[in-house]
């Protein structure tokens, strides 16, 4: 067993390589994580309206946003096969055709941002709640541009496996949004109190920052002569349908699972005020062990899909099960804390709470935390395939899975059970373990199907899973 853990240690593609590439990535989304954890203590300690409002507004928003994070976000495997196949020219140019999707965000979030008031009213949570809801959704409408133009620069470096740049950036961009956070909330250091629109604007300057810093990095010379990082600038049709064929299933895929999510928030949120809070909590803590996973699947992506662009379609497997092993021991890890110790992860909150209604919150989130123990690992799962997958191109089957899975688990038995039959909170949170442990089966069966070997999103390989094959059948 030692001897074959040292092998797998040492080899491409096995623990040692994947954690080179995958730890400043799993550092760089923890401190996005991070950024979400302190803005909802801040909330806590400010006020529990706040914080039951900003969940469901923060996901609603993420929604608007989805789409385009998770097409931009595709640039990554573009990188990553042109770097594989050693065609550094064409680096430069990918990454900016991402950067105009940016340009089409900041048009949708205005559009979002001028619809906030009907769509928390549709929603119907409580007025006082609601006020709350619209604020902070408007403003994070304004911040979409930046968002996705920070993630599709950052695709530059984690396509390459280059991911410290990433983890600096994210770094600088989490301490301005802690600083800038707690200014903005409470009114301190000259600033005016301006509560959860406070922290909505705290999270769009981060988001500004961020991109500053890469595009300041990218203006290296090496890179420019390399990679053709400015000098790439012009549309590419050709390059831009590629990233819409391929990104665009991605895209709605994130969507879908966010939708789905969101939705489910809301139907809590129909249960009542105590059941939105106590979610609220323990969703918030379930990102801290959730949040690592899309760093290490971001890394994943770039493994798998520069064995591809080299044509080592074995190597892209042998990484798969490198990640699926690392994931599933970190999140029983985690399983195991949020069993034995919720309370440790819950203590933070309450050091500036305090109150019935927040005590009640804390044990009910107590509870819902050892649900959360339960499909963790099921959830690396869940993320490690699907990151395989997307590395390679089969992004539309993971599009269609996302549907159904969502409307089986998410959406339809939730609202079924609430509306008609009165469901309390742990019959509803139940359908998010049916919904991450069948996700995890259809998209192992997927992988171990192997038709993702033979895909490819640039251009020059025959795509031979997107062509008819003949059988003995048809020759006779």
Same mark, same amino acid.
């Given at each position: 067993?030692?001897?074959?853990?040292?092998? /797998?240690?040492?080899?491409?593609?096995?623990?040692?390589?994947?954690?080179?590439?995958?730890? @400043?990535? $799993? !550092? #760089? =989304?923890?401190?996005?994580?991070?950024?979400?954890?302190?803005?909802?203590?801040?909330?806590?300690?400010?006020?529990?309206?706040?914080?039951?409002?900003?969940?469901?507004?923060?996901?609603?928003?993420?929604?608007?946003?989805?789409?385009?994070?998770?097409?931009?976000?595709?640039?990554?495997?573009?990188?990553?096969?042109?770097?594989?196949?050693?065609?550094?020219?064409?680096?430069?140019?990918?990454?900016?055709?991402?950067?105009?999707?940016?340009?089409?965000?900041?048009?949708?979030?205005?559009?979002?941002?001028?619809?906030?008031?009907?769509?928390?009213?549709?929603?119907?949570?409580?007025?006082?709640? /609601?006020?709350?809801?619209?604020?902070?959704?408007?403003?994070?409408?304004?911040?979409?541009? @930046?968002? $996705? !133009? #920070? =993630?599709?620069?950052?695709?530059?470096?984690?396509?390459?496996?280059?991911?410290?740049?990433?983890?600096?950036?994210?770094?600088?961009?989490?301490?301005?949004?802690?600083?800038?956070?707690?200014?903005?909330?409470?009114?301190?250091?000259?600033?005016?109190?301006?509560?959860?629109?406070?922290?909505?604007?705290?999270?769009?300057?981060?988001?500004?920052?961020?991109?500053?810093?890469?595009?300041?990095?990218?203006?290296?010379?090496?890179?420019?002569?390399?990679?053709a990082t400015f000098s790439g600038w012009r549309f590419d049709g050709d390059l831009?349908?590629?990233?819409?064929?391929?990104?665009?299933?991605?895209?709605?895929?994130?969507?879908?699972?966010?939708?789905?999510?969101?939705?489910?928030?809301?139907?809590?949120?129909?249960?009542? =005020?105590?059941?939105?809070?106590?979610?609220?909590?323990?969703?918030?803590?379930?990102?801290?062990?959730?949040?690592?996973?899309?760093?290490?699947?971001?890394?994943?992506?770039?493994?798998?899909?520069?064995?591809?662009?080299?044509?080592?379609?074995?190597?892209?497997?042998?990484?798969?099960?490198?990640?699926?092993?690392?994931?599933?021991?970190?999140?029983?890890?985690?399983?195991?804390?949020?069993?034995?110790?919720?309370?440790?992860?819950?203590?933070?909150?309450?050091?500036?709470?305090?109150?019935?209604?927040?005590?009640?919150?804390?044990?009910?989130?107590?509870?819902?935390?050892?649900?959360?123990?339960?499909?963790?690992?099921?959830?690396?799962?869940?993320?490690?395939?699907?990151?395989?997958?997307?590395g390679a191109g089969d992004t539309k089957y993971v599009m269609y899975g996302s549907?159904?899975?969502?409307?089986?688990?998410?959406?339809?038995?939730?609202?079924i059970l609430v509306t008609w039959f009165n469901a309390g909170i742990f019959t509803?949170?139940?359908?998010?373990?049916?919904?991450?442990?069948?996700?995890?089966?259809?998209?192992?069966?997927?992988?171990?199907?192997?038709?993702?070997?033979?895909?490819?999103?640039?251009?020059?390989?025959?795509?031979?899973?997107?062509?008819?094959?003949?059988?003995?059948?048809?020759?006779?």
């Open positions: 067993m030692t001897d074959r853990l040292r092998a /797998r240690w040492r080899a491409p593609g096995g623990y040692a390589e994947f954690l080179r590439i995958a730890f @400043p990535m $799993i !550092l #760089s =989304t923890a401190s996005w994580s991070i950024q979400h954890f302190v803005d909802r203590i801040y909330l806590t300690w400010y006020s529990t309206d706040a914080l039951a409002a900003a969940l469901p507004s923060g996901m609603v928003n993420f929604i608007a946003v989805s789409f385009f994070m998770g097409l931009a976000a595709y640039v990554n495997t573009f990188v990553a096969q042109y770097s594989g196949a050693g065609r550094d020219d064409r680096v430069g140019p990918s990454v900016w055709q991402g950067n105009y999707l940016a340009i089409a965000a900041g048009l949708v979030g205005l559009a979002f941002a001028w619809f906030a008031t009907p769509i928390f009213d549709l929603i119907g949570h409580e007025q006082a709640i /609601r006020s709350h809801e619209t604020v902070y959704f408007r403003v994070l409408c304004y911040g979409m541009a @930046p968002l $996705i !133009l #920070s =993630t599709s620069l950052s695709c530059f470096y984690s396509g390459r496996g280059r991911t410290w740049s990433i983890l600096g950036v994210s770094a600088a961009a989490t301490v301005l949004n802690i600083v800038v956070d707690y200014s903005l909330i409470f009114g301190h250091f000259g600033a005016p109190e301006m509560g959860i629109r406070g922290a909505a604007w705290a999270t769009n300057a981060s988001a500004a920052f961020a991109c500053l810093l890469y595009l300041v990095l990218l203006a290296r010379p090496r890179y420019r002569q390399r990679f831009f349908r590629r990233l819409l064929r391929y990104g665009g299933p991605n895209g709605i895929s994130f969507m879908l699972d966010m939708f789905a999510f969101t939705f489910f928030i809301l139907i809590v949120g129909r249960i009542g =005020t105590l059941e939105l809070t106590a979610t609220n909590l323990a969703f918030n803590i379930n990102s801290l062990a959730f949040m690592p996973l899309i760093g290490a699947g971001i890394a994943l992506s770039s493994l798998v899909g520069q064995r591809l662009g080299a044509d080592d379609p074995e190597g892209a497997q042998y990484c798969t099960w490198t990640g699926v092993h690392i994931a599933i021991a970190y999140m029983g890890f985690m399983s195991l804390l949020f069993l034995l110790l919720p309370d440790l992860f819950l203590m933070p909150y309450g050091a500036g709470a305090s109150g019935a209604d927040f005590e009640a919150a804390r044990v009910m989130a107590r509870s819902l935390l050892r649900i959360v123990s339960i499909y963790c690992v099921f959830d690396a799962g869940f993320m490690m395939f699907t990151a395989a997958l997307k549907f159904a899975l969502g409307c089986t688990f998410m959406v339809v038995p939730p609202v509803v949170w139940s359908f998010i373990c049916f919904f991450l442990i069948s996700g995890c089966g259809l998209f192992y069966l997927r992988f171990r199907g192997g038709k993702w070997k033979s895909m490819r999103v640039i251009e020059g390989h025959l795509e031979l899973a997107d062509l008819e094959v003949p059988t003995a059948a048809d020759a006779g």
